[in-house]
C-alpha cells in the first residue's frame, strides 16, 4: 500500500520531473540540478519544491556535493510505470502486496473496467550491483542505470513472450500490458501447485502442462528456463484443473545454446514432482521429444 498511497500524492509536475531524470539517467550516476531544469520548461523553484518531495517520497536520491544531482530509485520507476499503465486505461488501481519474489514484487489491482489483475514489478540486481556486472557484460559499459535497464529488459521480455504463448493458446495469464519493468496479467485465481494437495487427475495436468511446453518450444520457439511447482498455479475452471504457467523473463529461445539442457531441466523438475507426489509413472525422455515435437 505504500506504494499506492505515495502515488496519490503526485502531481503532474512530480511525473514530469522523474520523468526528466530517468531520461537522463544513461548519461549520469547522478542527474544535475541544472540539466534537470534546463530539460523542463518550469521555473526553477517549482523543480526544487518537486524535487524536495520525491526525495522525501523516496522516489528519487540526491546527491551532494561538488554538484546537486539526483537518480530514480525503483519506488520511483514504480510509479513512472503505474502513471504510464493508469493514463492508457491498463490499470485503475493497485492493490495488496502479494508477494516479494527473487526477482519482482507482485501486486494485485483493478482495471477500469473493474477486474483483478496482477502487475509484477521486475527487480533486477536487488542483491548487488557487483553481481550484475559480473554476469551481464554489456551491464559494465553503463553500469549508473543497468539496472534500471535490465528491469525494463525483463517486463519487455515478459510481456512479448505472455503475448505470443497466449495467441498460440498456451495456458498461461493473459497479458493486459505493461510499462518499463511492470507487466500487467489477468490474476489467476488459483494456488501454486506445491500447495496443491489431493490432485483429482495428476496424469491430465501433467499433460496440459507439457503441452504449454510445447506450444512454446514449437508455436513460439522459447523455452521456459526457470520452471517448477512454484511457477505453476492450478485452477479449477468445469470441474477440471488447469495448471497455468507463469513467470517467463528468463525464458531462452530454442535456438540458444543452453536452451536443450534447460528444456530437459524444465521437465526433469515436473516429472520429478508428479512422480514423487502423485506416483505418475512417467518416461522423462518421452515426455521431452513430445515437448519438442519429435
Ligand atoms: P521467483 O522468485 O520465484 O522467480 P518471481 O519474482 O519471478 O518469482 P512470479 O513467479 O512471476 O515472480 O510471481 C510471484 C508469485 O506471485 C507467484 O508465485 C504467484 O503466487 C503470484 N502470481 C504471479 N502471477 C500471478 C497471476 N497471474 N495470478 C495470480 N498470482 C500470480
Ligand atoms: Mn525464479
Ligand atoms: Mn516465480
Ligand atoms: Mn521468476
Do not use: C
Amino acid at each position: 500500500v505504500l506504494l499506492a498511497l505515495t502515488y496519490k500524492k503526485l502531481v503532474d509536475r512530480d511525473f514530469r520531473v522523474l520523468a526528466v531524470i530517468e531520461r537522463e539517467m544513461p548519461r549520469y550516476e547522478y542527474v544535475p540540478i541544472e540539466v534537470i531544469e534546463r530539460r523542463l520548461r518550469m521555473p526553477s523553484s517549482h523543480v526544487a519544491m518537486s524535487l524536495q518531495k520525491l526525495n522525501q517520497l523516496k522516489l528519487v536520491r540526491r546527491r551532494l556535493g561538488d554538484y546537486t544531482g539526483y537518480r530514480l530509485t525503483y519506488m520511483g520507476l514504480d510509479v513512472l510505470a503505474l502513471h504510464s499503465l493508469v493514463e492508457r486505461g491498463i490499470l485503475h488501481a493497485l492493490g495488496d502486496k502479494l508477494g516479494v519474489g527473487k526477482e519482482s514484487d507482485v501486486y494485485s489491482g483493478l482495471t477500469p473496467g473493474g477486474e483483478r489483475v496482477i502487475v509484477k514489478f521486475h527487480r533486477v540486481g536487488r542483491t548487488s550491483f557487483q553481481k550484475i556486472v559480473r554476469v551481464r557484460h554489456y551491464a559494465a559499459e553503463r553500469p549508473y542505470s543497468s539496472w534500471l535497464q535490465l528491469a525494463k529488459l525483463a517486463g519487455q521480455r515478459e510481456f512479448r513472450a505472455l503475448e505470443e504463448l497466449y495467441r498460440v493458446g498456451a495456458l498461461v495469464p493473459k497479458p493486459l500490458g505493461y510499462s518499463r519493468h511492470a507487466v500487467v496479467t489477468e490474476y489467476i485465481e488459483g494456488v501454486e501447485l506445491y500447495v496443491y494437495k489431493d490432485a483429482m487427475e495428476p496424469e491430465s495436468m501433467l499433460r496440459d502442462i507439457m503441452e504449454t511446453l510445447r506450444k512454446a518450444y514449437v508455436e513460439v520457439g522459447i523455452v521456459h528456463g526457470d520452471l517448477s511447482e512454484y511457477n505453476i498455479l492450478v485452477v479449477i475452471e468445469d470441474d477440471k484443473e488447469r495448471p497455468y504457467i507463469i513467470d517467463w523473463p528468463q525464458y531462452v529461445e530454442k535456438e540458444h545454446p543452453s536452451a536443450e539442457q534447460l528444456l530437459r531441466r524444465d521437465v526433469e523438475y515436473v516429472a520429478r514432482f508428479f512422480r514423487k507426489r502423485y506416483r505418475v509413472d512417467v518416461d522423462t525422455e518421452k515426455l521431452i521429444r513430445y515437448v519438442k515435437g519429435e
